[in-house]
């Protein structure tokens, strides 16, 4: 069964910096897409940061030149999100997403382009 598990949120500094951790577990073929949302208190989730199968990467405007996505390139499995210059409106749940991630099981069935998930989330406070 596949999970999605974030770690790294906390109290954060405003001008501070954290790392946010998403591990993707259980047999997985492939992984595509993967992203970080977020949600604020009384907002709708939105999206943060996207990276891609091959790499490329995409940023909401408020995060650009302060947040990075990244994947592990040994261990593919790995998603990071690495926040600095943090700001108070930075405050939500982040939320680690896989978009096509396709186990073994996808492949005997044909579903070839795979399943979504999410993971429960990891809360980032920034404040003084």
């Known amino acids: 069964q596949v999970q999605l598990v974030e770690s790294g949120g906390g109290l954060g500094q405003p001008g501070g910096s954290l790392r946010l951790s998403c591990v993707v577990s259980g047999s997985v073929t492939m992984i595509n897409n993967m992203y970080w949302y977020r949600q604020a208190p009384g907002k709708e989730r939105e999206m943060v940061a996207e990276?891609?199968?091959?790499?490329?990467?995409?940023y909401i405007e408020s995060v650009k030149g302060r947040f990075t996505i990244s994947r592990d390139k040994a261990a593919k499995n790995m998603v990071y999100l690495q926040m600095n210059r943090l700001k108070a409106e930075d405050t939500a749940m982040y939320y680690c997403?896989?978009?096509?991630?396709?186990?073994?099981?996808?492949?005997?069935?044909?579903?070839?382009?795979?399943?979504?998930?999410w993971g429960k989330g990891t809360l980032v406070t920034v404040s003084s």
């Open positions: 997403h896989g978009k096509g991630i396709v186990t073994p099981e996808d492949m005997n069935i044909g579903r070839y382009y795979g399943t979504d998930y």
């Open positions: 990276i891609t199968s091959g790499g490329s990467t995409r």
